[in-house]
C-alpha cells in the first residue's frame, strides 16, 4: 500500500490517541504538506524536533495497529463488500443461484469478523 495512504488509514482509526500538539504536527506534515522547517518555526521548535516527534507519532500509530488489526480488518471487510458488489452484478446478469450462495457466505464472514 502507498505510505500517504498506510500513514492516513493509521491515522484515521488511531489518531485521535495521540495528543493534540502531536495531532497539530502530524497532520501538518501528512496531510497539509508543510515543510518540517515550516513546521517548526510555527511550533517554536527545531526542525529535528518536528522530525522526531513525526516519526514517534508514526511509531505509535503503528504499533496500535500491530496490537488491534483495525486497519487490515477494515481493507478485508473493503475488499469482500467489492466482491459481494460484483457478484450483485453477476447474478442480475446470470440469475445464477450459486452467486448468492458465494454472497451469503461472504456477508457471513463480514458478520463473524465483525
Known amino acids: 500500500m502507498e505510505q500517504k495512504l498506510e500513514q492516513a488509514y493509521l ?3 488511531y489518531g485521535e490517541l ?3 500538539r502531536q495531532r497539530k504536527i502530524y497532520e501538518d506534515v501528512i496531510f497539509n504538506d508543510l515543510s518540517l522547517g515550516e513546521i517548526a518555526e510555527e511550533e517554536g521548535i527545531s ?3 518536528v522530525h522526531e516527534m513525526v516519526k514517534r507519532c508514526r511509531e505509535s500509530l503503528e504499533g496500535y495497529e500491530r496490537r488491534l488489526h483495525l486497519v ?3 481493507l478485508i471487510t473493503k475488499e469482500r ?3 459481494i458488489h460484483a457478484l450483485t452484478r453477476e447474478f442480475k446478469n446470470s440469475h445464477d443461484e ?3 450462495d ?3 457466505q461472504l456477508s457471513n464472514t ?3 469478523e465483525l
Open 11 to 13: 491515522y484515521d482509526f
Open 18 to 20: 495521540l495528543n493534540d
Open 47 to 49: 526542525r529535528q524536533g
Open 72 to 74: 487490515q480488518k477494515f
Open 81 to 83: 463488500v467489492a466482491e
Open 98 to 100: 450459486s452467486v448468492l
Open 102 to 104: 458465494r454472497i451469503g
Open 110 to 112: 463480514i458478520l463473524e
